[in-house]
């Protein structure tokens, strides 16, 4: 029975070859350490936010990690199987430049109706600037969270409609790339 469990089964193999930008070589090696970290085949949300708190040990990541939580339980059963977790991984580690942008709209679109209001674009930068702690010097025109949504709104939100569709995001994001450099957390890991 756990000899079964330990190889990615062909079909999910042969699905995720699709599905990602990783080979059947780097799908085997993630599956294992995946198993090996959630030998229960998921990844809980206590156990996601303690990976964060490893890379930022400095701020406090909860909040940020479970707003990323979030997105990558598409399914919304409350844990990350491997599907999840290895898409998720390959978008914000390798995918396209639209990939990621389209995988951060999703992050800042908490509520997930399409727009990002000024409040969840607040709410995902207070729980960033948790995060990053003491640890950035920030310019003086974004040293809180509430100035730095404010300029993001002022460059992004052409119809001043307080709220910003995929397309305000991904041309804004173009002009300023620190809006998905969270993403980046993933570079290393790959």
């Not at 996601?48 to 940020?64: L, V």
Request: proline share 4%; net charge negative.
């Amino acid at each position: 029975m756990g000899k079964s469990q330990s190889k990615l089964p062909q079909n999910e193999l042969e699905y995720l070859l699709k599905a990602t930008h990783f080979d059947k070589k780097e799908l085997h090696q993630w599956y294992t350490g995946f198993l090996k970290d959630c030998p229960s085949g998921n990844l809980t949300k206590p156990e996601f936010q303690k990976i964060y708190k490893q890379f930022f040990p400095f701020g406090d990541p909860t909040s940020f990690a479970d707003y990323v939580f979030s997105v990558f339980d598409t399914d919304n059963s409350g844990t990350i199987d491997f599907r999840e977790f290895i898409c998720a991984l390959s978008v914000t580690s390798r995918g396209s430049m639209d990939e990621k942008l389209q995988w951060a709209f999703q992050l800042y679109d908490i509520d997930r109706d399409g727009q990002i209001s000024y409040e969840e674009m607040l709410r995902i930068v207070e729980a960033i600037y948790k995060m990053v702690g003491s640890m950035v010097k920030l310019p003086e025109d974004e040293d809180t969270p509430e100035k730095r949504v404010q300029k993001i709104f002022a460059m992004m939100d052409k119809d001043e409609n307080g709220s910003l569709s995929l397309d305000e995001f991904r041309e804004g994001s173009q002009k300023d790339q620190t809006i998905v450099s969270a993403l980046s957390l993933y570079d290393g890991l790959v």
